[in-house]
């Protein structure tokens, strides 16, 4: 800034003890720099420099001085530092609880994205089962938590909410395959490949079963979700998907996906956010504020 150079030019003097060695480090004559100094003397009423064979340096209003420049120097390298971050030009690390219906394609997809355009930034991507990703943030483990349908609500500051649909996935010849949407019951007839509890989009299939007096009842249960997508390959089996894990090239794995009518049954909600009352890092923030643009733009 132009207003601390005539500032910086004093430390200078002061760090180096020499008029001459202070003017080549700073690309000034010695007399360009001398007027200078006169010039603040002038200005404050007092000689701020001891002048001497050896060299100059500072008195004690010049002490007095010395401490108000550097103090200023520092707060404006601060000042500098936060727009730097918010351009994207620092590094920063962000750290981000979510589960398992996030890390499959989503977040991937976003973190390469923002790597692209900021590659001084670094993550930690944290898995967790339901309920324990809010909680995580509580000693600043994590900075962002993406997660669908939480448990600890309260603990959040929600940036998006929004609803998600839910898929059935079965081979790409089965006789539900051409059907534009399903019903829970029309699921029950074939074996059921469903995720285990507590996970999120378990219990949007259980409440949906138990608002038509079914109980699901599952050929196979498993945290894997690419397990249950996969075992639907190429057999009669179902598993189910949020919309954001639906795999973008399902066709390639012989695989067909039909919207699930949840009837009255909320389709649960995927929620990404920060921990109430914390100030995020810029990092942080900067990427949350994306997540929540994609996310806005893809289910809004």
Do not use: W
Not at 119 to 141: K, M, Y
Not at 287 to 295: P, T
Request: hydrophobic letters at 45%; proline letters at 5%.
């Amino acid at each position: 800034m132009r207003h601390l150079q005539v500032l910086k030019y004093i430390e200078k003097i002061a760090r180096s003890g020499s008029l001459r060695s202070a003017a080549e480090q700073l690309n000034i004559t010695p007399s360009a720099l001398n007027r200078r100094i006169l010039s603040i003397e002038e200005e404050l009423g007092v000689e701020i420099f001891e002048r001497h064979p050896a060299g100059l340096r500072p008195n004690i209003a010049g002490e007095i001085l010395l401490k108000h420049i550097r103090d200023q120097i520092a707060d404006m390298d601060r000042v500098k530092s936060r727009i730097a971050d918010l351009s994207g030009m620092r590094a920063g690390h962000i750290n981000i609880a979510t589960t398992r219906e996030v890390v499959q394609f989503f977040l991937p997809a976003m973190i390469k994205r923002h790597l692209l355009e900021f590659p001084a930034v670094t993550f930690g991507v944290n898995l967790h089962e339901r309920g324990e990703a809010e909680t995580s943030l509580l000693d600043n483990t994590n900075d962002i938590a993406i997660v669908f349908d939480p448990i600890h609500l309260d603990k959040l500051r929600t940036v998006y909410s929004g609803a998600q649909q839910v898929f059935c996935i079965m081979s790409a010849g089965h006789p539900l395959a051409s059907k534009k949407r399903l019903r829970i019951y029309d699921c029950v007839e074939f074996p059921l490949l469903l995720p285990k509890h507590p996970e999120g989009i378990r219990e949007v299939l259980d409440a949906t079963a138990r608002k038509i007096g079914i109980t699901l009842e599952p050929a196979l249960e498993s945290n894997s979700l690419d397990l249950l997508r996969l075992m639907s390959q190429d057999s009669e089996a179902l598993s189910f998907c949020l919309g954001i894990n639906l795999r973008p090239d399902l066709a390639n794995d012989r695989l067909a996906m039909v919207p699930l009518d949840t009837g009255n049954i909320p389709a649960g909600v995927l929620i990404a956010g920060h921990l109430r009352g914390r100030t995020l890092p810029v990092a942080a923030a900067r990427f949350l504020e994306s997540v929540n643009k994609e996310l806005s733009l893809q289910f809004s």
